[in-house]
């Protein structure tokens, strides 16, 4: 598949497979391909965690209150330290979203590649969250994602974009 339509065909599922785990080989694939993302002076202030566990991953699915979630074979963190990402001096901006938005951006990509549905997640209960990793206090989660393979007969709806015009500019 090339790039192009690769951007064009990936969508957020949200209806899993439980029964069907992603192959390691998959799953090692598409964390490298975040391992390989660009950071703020190559920082890479990042940290990929896969729950897969049975008793864990039922407790990272009750951070976010939507039932489609349950039946994800994997839920993977996107995480970092916002102390190990780079500051700018001008004004004390710190790069960790940024870096961590693209490391997501190339997880997600990398997991279409491979066949691998995600749906990228940010309305989870952060404290909940936190407690259920038992997380030092300099690591925030940034987003979540399940990895797994949709059911039989899922279909992909309409990309719905506005055109390029509405949203370029030409100075």
């Known amino acids: 598949m090339d790039f192009y339509t690769l951007?064009?065909?990936?969508?957020?599922?949200?209806?899993?497979?439980?029964?069907?785990?992603?192959?390691?080989?998959?799953?090692?694939?598409?964390?490298?391909?975040?391992?390989?993302?660009?950071?703020?002076?190559?920082?890479?202030p990042w940290k990929f965690i896969v729950v897969s566990e049975e008793k864990l991953l039922a407790e990272v699915k009750s951070c976010y209150g939507r039932d489609w979630l349950?039946?994800?074979?994997?839920i993977l963190i996107v995480m970092g330290d916002k102390t190990k990402a780079w500051t700018r001096a001008y004004d004390g901006y710190n790069s960790i979203e940024t870096d961590l938005t693209i490391a997501m951006d190339h997880l997600i990509l990398a997991a279409e590649f491979e066949g691998v549905g995600t749906?990228?997640?940010?309305?989870?209960?952060?404290?909940?969250?936190?407690?259920?990793?038992?997380?030092?206090?300099?690591?925030?989660?940034?987003?979540?994602?399940?990895?797994?393979?949709?059911?039989?007969?899922?279909q992909k709806g309409e990309k719905k974009r506005k055109a390029l015009e509405e949203v370029v500019e030409w100075r």
């Open 7 to 44: 951007i064009k065909s990936r969508e957020s599922v949200r209806h899993f497979n439980p029964d069907k785990k992603v192959e390691k080989e998959k799953l090692l694939r598409i964390l490298d391909a975040g391992r390989l993302a660009p950071s703020a002076a190559n920082f890479q």
């Open 119 to 154: 749906c990228w997640i940010e309305a989870y209960d952060p404290a909940k969250l936190r407690k259920a990793l038992d997380l030092d206090e300099n690591e925030m989660v940034f987003s979540i994602t399940p990895l797994g393979y949709s059911v039989d007969g899922y």
């Open 70 to 74: 349950k039946d994800a074979p994997h």
